[in-house]
């Protein structure tokens, strides 16, 4: 094995919990704060990469230097000039090499208007170019990874490409839709000769283009011809059998009717065979339950291994409703699934389970063991990587003790996962439950990091948390910084930047967290007398008799008067009582009274 060095050396490093992901680590100043600049900087990347390879591709003429000894030839640009300039059979084959498809149907239609006849052979192979781009040119940004899905895929290894499962919801869209007499048509009726691989051609190509319908006649025409269908084929065919009918079971029939056609054409099914089946169960309902088993048997006699593709679309099966009941499907799947390390087989593949979503922490804990072997966890890409591990601490906040969950956090971030707000508000009620409020701090701390301190609803739930309850008088030091950075935080606002609002509850927390931690000063002038009275805000009576507290404490007899004044000015229906309060617990001199 080639790789066996750096595997072994890659054995000996393990991952270091305090840093960012290592794509980052050539350029400290795009370290990301958190899940979205992390999308950002990684999608910065990548169209980075995207734009330099459009350069070399666009102007091979600038890069023909070589400076590299010995030559990287994998590294240089590609040579896609077309070398045979006369209207040829040989300079078709050519420009269907380059994949240059309407260049080669400009020249196919040349030598048909010539008289020249075009191979068999050749025509198949356009009519593949044709198929798989849909009728134009590739896009430079799809890069090498079509490249090798243009030639004829050979036994079971030739469909094992690596799961692209990040592109796949976007580029659906993007995917362009088979249109009527199109080249590909047009080419295909005129052919003098055709064989099954023509046909299996335009199959596949209208499959991958959305014409079903028309894809089944098509599959008609072929036994009508006599011809036999390819696996690839009866896979395309067997993934479009529900939207070609209506109801559950008549989906499940045609599905039939394609699986006992490859028994009588003596035709093998391979993995993708069976997920496709599955895929198409997906759709069925009930049937697909009664039926999904069953599949999994027939590839147990068949001795095929599933995928991680077969897996998804089976727990899809069983867990895809909310009315569904939870069934041992998950733990059997796991039982198999976290003692293998997968290697891509089929587009699908990913550890996209739901067991998170089943609130059962043993099944996760398990999912998150699985995902750990070997390299199964690059079945996740980045975005659902994150939502993964956001889903998984989540589900540990509110399942596991608080040492637990502390210690997961400082292990998953930043280098696993980047906490979201929703993430922060679970951690702050485990550390409730747990009655381990001291270190909301560092919580506070780590809210800064990752850019959420102008949060409304994080703001109120820590400011909520921190005030109230006393606790000991390092405690209220600590909670009073923290309340300074908030107050800090509803003053200051940076560019394009809406300033905070202050809310009745967050000024009378502070004002409370300032009082406690006795810094009178601080809770009368800077929060209660001005701010209340500026933003029209009534404190709560909680609020008023802390400040009285504190005032007492101090001996401040000056700011007990004022607090009564205030009470006064807002109407308070507490001001009587603090007035009553006020007289008895200070000494006032005749004009204070």
């Known amino acids: 094995d080639k790789l066996a060095v750096l595997q072994t050396l890659a054995s000996t490093v393990k991952r270091d919990p305090t840093a960012a992901h290592y794509m980052f680590q050539d350029d400290p100043y795009l370290m990301p704060r958190n899940a979205v600049t992390f999308r950002l900087f990684s999608l910065s990347k990548e169209s980075g990469r995207n734009t330099a390879k459009y350069i070399v591709k666009q102007f091979p003429q600038y890069f023909d230097k070589t400076f590299a000894e010995p030559n990287v030839l994998c590294l240089m640009p590609e040579n896609l000039t077309p070398q045979v300039e006369e209207v040829s059979e040989e300079a078709l084959k050519e420009r269907i090499h380059l994949r240059r498809v309407k260049d080669s149907v400009d020249l196919f239609d040349q030598l048909l208007q010539a008289g020249t006849p075009v191979s068999l052979e050749t025509t198949n192979s356009l009519l593949d170019l044709l198929c798989f781009y849909g009728d134009g040119d590739p896009t430079l940004e799809k890069g090498e990874e079509e490249k090798e899905d243009l030639e004829e895929p050979e036994a079971n290894a030739s469909e094992q490409k690596a799961p692209k499962r990040r592109f796949q919801r976007g580029s659906q869209s993007s995917v362009p839709r088979w249109r009527d007499d199109n080249d590909a048509e047009r080419i295909f009726k005129i052919m003098p000769e055709k064989n099954a691989h023509s046909y299996c051609t335009m199959i596949r190509g209208m499959v991958k283009h959305g014409a079903f319908a028309k894809a089944y006649d098509m599959y008609t025409n072929l036994l009508n011809e006599r011809y036999k269908a390819d696996v690839h084929t009866f896979n395309a065919l067997i993934t479009v059998a529900p939207y070609l009918k209506e109801r559950f079971s008549e989906k499940w029939e045609l599905a039939k009717v394609f699986l006992e056609h490859m028994a009588q054409q003596k035709v093998q099914p391979n993995l993708l065979t069976f997920n496709a089946l599955l895929k198409t169960l997906r759709r069925c309902g009930g049937v697909g339950r009664s039926v999904s088993l069953l599949v999994i048997r027939e590839m147990e006699a068949l001795d095929i291994e599933p995928s991680l593709a077969t897996y998804d679309h089976l727990l899809s099966i069983f867990y895809r409703g909310v009315d569904v009941l939870p069934s041992g499907i998950i733990s059997e799947v796991l039982d198999d699934v976290e003692n293998r390390s997968f290697t891509p087989q089929d587009p699908d593949d990913g550890m996209d389970f739901n067991c998170c979503d089943l609130k059962d922490i043993k099944l996760a804990c398990r999912l998150n063991k699985a995902m750990e072997k070997g390299d199964n966890w690059k079945f996740l890409d980045v975005d659902r990587l994150n ?33 979201t707000p929703k993430n922060i508000l679970d951690l702050l009620q485990a550390l409730d439950a747990a009655n381990r409020l001291e270190l909301i701090p560092s919580v506070w701390e780590d809210v800064k990091q990752l850019g959420f301190s102008r949060r409304p609803e994080l703001l109120e739930e820590l400011l909520s948390l921190m005030s109230r309850e006393q606790h000991t008088e390092e405690i209220q030091l600590a909670f009073a910084t923290c309340a300074e950075d908030i107050k800090t935080v509803h003053e200051q606002a940076g560019r394009e930047q809406v300033p905070l609002e202050w809310t ?14 006795g810094r009178t000063q601080d809770a009368w002038y800077v929060n209660m007398m001005e701010r209340f009275q500026q933003f029209n805000r009534i404190p709560s009576d909680h609020v008023m008799d802390e400040f009285l507290n504190c005032a007492k404490q101090t001996n401040c007899p000056d700011e007990a008067i004022k607090l009564v004044k205030l009470a006064a000015s807002l109407c308070l229906s507490s001001s009587q009582r603090l007035k009553s309060r006020t007289e008895k617990e200070f000494e006032l001199s005749e004009k204070q009274k």
Do not use: H, N
């Open 504 to 517: 009745g509850s967050t000024l009378g927390c502070v004002a409370v967290l300032f009082s406690r931690a």
């Open 387 to 419: 939502a993964y591990w956001s889903k998984f601490f989540s589900l540990l906040c509110m399942m596991e003790q608080i040492d637990v969950v502390l210690k997961w956090y400082k292990e998953m971030s930043p280098s696993l996962f980047y906490p």
